[in-house]
């Protein structure tokens, strides 16, 4: 009785299955093996003195007030989201990313959101109220405010100031109205952010764990 040695070779499609297991398990423990490697964010600019603004209630507010937080400063309107030729943002995006799984999260307790309203209304504070009332926003951890143009923003970033140049895509006044910008506790701006677009939204939810 003659053996068939055909028997003995593992046939092509277990072959290339088990090479793709071993990969698989290669490239697992090359993973886990490692240190994370974490990379500074950049100082685009820092604000060395203090500004006063004015939430809702017409309490005054500096700049001071906020230096033992991680500050996100941006523009809003109380015509948002119904007309977004009026604001500066994509909300929901942003009360998903920034506002529901971050700021209101254990471990931020630090991080607090700054947005300066950009309307004219002669009723601005009572709508700013009815805004905040409507989509539920804490005021501890957003804070509105009246003023409309904001120091942060007035610097020669390496595209040109924000503050100073027109915007091109939705027509806003100032480019900086669709800017996010991340402040950090010595008052150093550590990250900028075009936040009508949800890729960069969701650019502030890893970066900011960097500073």
Known sequence: MSFDFKYLIPKKGAVILFSILIGFASLIAFLISGSP???????????????????????????????DKIVLYNFLSTDCPTDFNKCPFRLEWFKIKIYNELVSNKGFEDVVVVSSFIDKYPDLNHRMKQFRVHNNLDAEKWKFVTTDYHPFFDMNFKQGNPWL????????????????????????????YFTYNFGEVRRITKEISLI
């Open 165 to 192: 140049k027109k915007d091109t895509l939705f027509g806003f006044h100032r480019e900086a109205y669709l800017m996010t910008l991340l402040v950090d506790k010595e008052q150093q701006v550590r990250g900028k």
């Open 37 to 67: 490697v974490y990379v500074d964010q950049p100082v685009f600019g820092e604000f060395h003195d203090s500004f006063i603004f004015h939430d809702e209630n017409n309490n005054e507010i500096n700049s001071e007030d906020l230096s």
